[in-house]
């Protein structure tokens, strides 16, 4: 599955961007769906997972209150709603894929990832 996230950008704090991870290829029915972020000098962290159906979630706790991931299968598409943006939130997110039913957190779970999309958030 070939994996495209979109929706990045400059963002005052306290603002909100959602993000899309468009799927091609397969189905992203198949596949727990998560989200990564990566910011500049650290190591990439999780953030949030949604289970096949959509019906179970998995959060940092970095971003719990804050952030929903949610689905639209019809779609092929998963979307991170971000609210409350803060400058500790600056990153590249990442969309990713696994083949599987755990929502896990850690990243090497997971088997097809997306090119990344840049958030700024400006304090």
């Known amino acids: 599955v070939q994996l495209q996230a979109s929706g990045g950008g400059l963002v005052q704090a306290g603002g909100s961007l959602r993000l899309s991870c468009a799927a091609s290829g397969r189905t992203v029915s198949r596949y727990v769906m998560g989200w990564f ?29 804050r952030f929903t991931i949610s689905r639209d299968n019809a779609k092929n598409t998963v979307y991170l709603q971000m ?41």
């Open 37 to 65: 972020r990566q910011a500049p000098g650290k190591e990439r962290e999780f953030v949030a997972a949604i289970s096949l159906s959509g019906g179970s979630t998995n959060y940092a706790d970095s971003v719990k209150g």
């Open 83 to 123: 609210n409350g943006l803060k400058p500790e939130d600056t990153a590249v997110y990442y969309c990713s894929a696994d083949y599987g039913t755990t929502l896990s957190s850690w990243s090497g779970r997971y088997d097809y990832w997306g090119q990344g999309t840049l958030v700024t958030v400006s304090s």
